[in-house]
Structure formats: structure tokens, C-alpha cells
């Protein structure tokens, strides 16, 4: 089931590569849509409390193993906050219990969020875990990483969200 997921995304991109040379003019990046969950340690979190920052929104699941995997990596980015980037990891379909243990463990410590039934992750268009969205500080998504993330992938969207960023301030 993944290596089809995997391939429906690579045909989708390459029709992309191969139509944008067609395209007369540059399509604006999606607006990320607001929405507001539970956060695991109490109380809730918005989209909307980023306004003006760069965010790290990350979908993941206490069942999926690369999340797992990708836990410590993000406790070290979420530690270092480079340029401002603020990060949002929020377990999907995950029990309360489940992901606070694991937050617990890996010592993170930034607001994690909960969407118990997935209605974040289905607005979102998630089709498996995790998957990560790098947004400017004007609410745009510039990218859209989907699979395990390593230290080398996180810092390229870091660069990229504060480029983009640079280059809006810069008009």
C-alpha cells in the first residue's frame, strides 16, 4: 500500500515538472487553513497563534514507526529554533495516553497537538504518516514533505521557509 502511495505521488509530480513549463503564469501557494485542537498537555492550540512565523506543521501517529523514528530529530529542531521557525507536531488517530507516554519519553517540549478522529489531518488532504508542511510566516504552504524526515530534510525546509520569508520582506 505505501509503494502505491509512494508512486501516486511521483506520477502526480512528474505531470507537474511536465506541465509548468506549459503554465503562463505562476500559480500562489495554498493557504494553510486554520484550525484549532487539543493540545496534549491541556488546553488547545489554533493555527491561527503562528500568525506571522514561520511553522513546522507535522502529522504523525504513535502507531507509525518513521514517527517515531522522526521523534528525536524533531525534539533537536524544536530545541535549536532556528530563524524563529515555530513547530507544531500533532498526533493523528493516536490514544491520549499513547502520545503523552511518547512525548514523555523523547523529552519534547514544544505544544504538541491531538486530533483524536483525524478531521485536521483529512482538511489537510494527510494520506499517511507522517507528513510535514513548512509554512511561511504569510500562512502559505511552500512545501509538503511526506515520509521520514532526517536532519538534512528538516534544515532544507528551515532554509526555504526563511528564504521565502527574506524575499517577501525584501519587495
Not at 45 to 64: E, Q
Not at 72 to 84: S, T
Not at 139 to 148: H, K, S
Request: charged share 20%.
Amino acid at each position: 500500500m505505501k509503494n502505491l502511495h509512494i508512486a501516486i505521488k511521483l506520477a502526480a509530480l512528474t505531470a507537474i515538472v511536465v506541465f509548468a513549463g506549459c503554465a503562463t503564469m505562476q500559480s500562489k501557494p495554498e493557504l494553510a487553513k486554520n484550525f484549532t485542537v487539543p493540545l496534549l498537555q491541556g488546553g488547545q492550540v489554533s493555527l491561527s497563534d503562528y500568525a506571522g512565523k514561520p511553522l513546522i506543521l507535522i502529522f504523525g501517529a504513535t502507531w507509525c514507526s518513521h514517527c517515531l523514528h522522526e521523534m528525536p530529530i524533531l525534539k533537536k529542531a524544536c530545541e535549536r529554533g532556528k530563524g524563529g521557525v515555530q513547530y507544531l507536531p500533532v498526533f493523528v488517530k493516536s490514544k491520549r495516553a499513547d502520545a503523552l507516554a511518547l512525548v514523555e519519553k523523547s523529552g519534547m517540549t514544544c505544544k504538541i497537538g491531538w486530533d483524536p478522529k483525524g478531521a485536521v489531518a483529512d482538511m489537510y488532504g494527510v494520506t499517511g504518516m507522517p507528513e510535514t508542511l513548512f509554512i511561511n510566516a504569510r500562512g502559505e504552504i511552500i512545501d509538503d514533505y511526506f515520509g521520514t524526515m532526517e536532519p538534512s530534510d528538516i534544515n532544507h525546509g528551515i532554509n526555504e521557509l526563511l528564504k521565502s520569508d527574506k524575499a517577501e520582506a525584501g519587495k
